[in-house]
């Protein structure tokens, strides 16, 4: 399958310049880029001067949480349901220009080899399987009144509790031996968990250094879901590689995340969305209530790090019907960086953090073929990536697959 992509304008997200020409793409690999291009018995798609950038990397997501925003519930329903609802969540992702997404828990390798071979239309998915949880956790969705614990690979909850120092060494090592991408921690409380609190931190020293020894010794890294600058501080320094959210860090995180050259996942838009409608989405009243502790700090916490020379990725980390709004964050992240650093958060600086820089997230020789073509000139105005309507074609591994 051969694709010319014609009069473009392309963005080279690392260094925010603009280059006229062409790109000749192969087997779902761009080839060659440069202007007066040609291929013989390609499909040529003409762009008539449009700009071109790299296809879209959402780095926390959660595709199996696409039916409610009440994580509890989720291991009780059919696993053939979750994954239908699973499915058109990610063809929906795909319609936004998000051509990689890496998934924070919840997915599995079952939806990732259906997308690879084509039988469900969506994004490349980077998987992790279940997030670690210790008892009582940020990944334990029981309440306070259930007692058993049902961890059984069916089952489509986000998390599994591993308590100990034994027991997370087991746990990572099954999530590694079913192809995990990388391993999910719960570091601190969070939003939607029903039986902890945001402020506190989760895990022990012993226990997140065995974690990242385990993701290590496998080349593969850590993710840590973690609020406060203490939870954040202990992550960054057992190891992990990228903290998601960090809503409440400080200035010492600031210096970690740059020390350990670690990245931030920020999560603005889920906070924007469980305010506004999460109660209408299945999110339970108590979680509701915690929102207001994250909601407020998000955005300092973005400048803060970004002022500090942070590597900072893309994530919208939304559940159920909200899911919608993923691409909205290129809005909220506009009201304190400039466009180009909130492209780079979607394509370069993501390919990094996931192992993949040169793959995806740019459009240089030798990488995947996934490129949107866009109605204006996102440097001038971010948002329009946030309007379906201002993206004319999106191209994965050489296809169009989506726009008109």
Known sequence: MSLL????????ASTGDYTEGDLRCEDGRVVEAGPGLTARDARVLDVGGAVVVPGLVDAHVHVTAASTADLGSLSSQSPSYVAAHS????GQMLDRGFTTVRDASGADYGLADAQAEGLIRGPRLLFCGKALSQTGGHGDARNRGMTAYDSHSCCAGLGRVADGVDAVRAAARDELRKGAHHIKVMASGGVSSLTDRV????????????IVEEAGAANRYVAAHAYTARAVNRALEAGVRSIEHGNLLDD??????????AYLVPTLVTYWALKEEGMSHGLPERSWHKVDDVLGAGLQALERAARGGVKLV????????????????FRLRSEVQKPIEVIRAATVNAAELVGMAGEIGTLTPGAHADLLVLDGDPLE????????????????????????
């Open 314 to 329: 893309y994530g919208s980390d939304l559940l159920g019907g909200m899911q919608r709004h993923q691409s909205h964050e």
């Open 252 to 261: 010492r995180s600031v210096e970690l995340l740059v020390e350990h050259k």
């Open 199 to 210: 402020d506190s931190t989760q895990y022990s020293m012993d226990e997140l250094r065995a």
């Open 5 to 12: 992509v014609r009069n473009a304008v392309i963005l080279d």
């Open 381 to 404: 105005d971010v948002g329009l990536l946030a309007d379906p309507r201002r993206i004319r074609h999106v191209v994965q591994a050489g296809e169009c697959v989506g726009a008109s």
């Open 87 to 90: 499915a058109r969540t990610m």
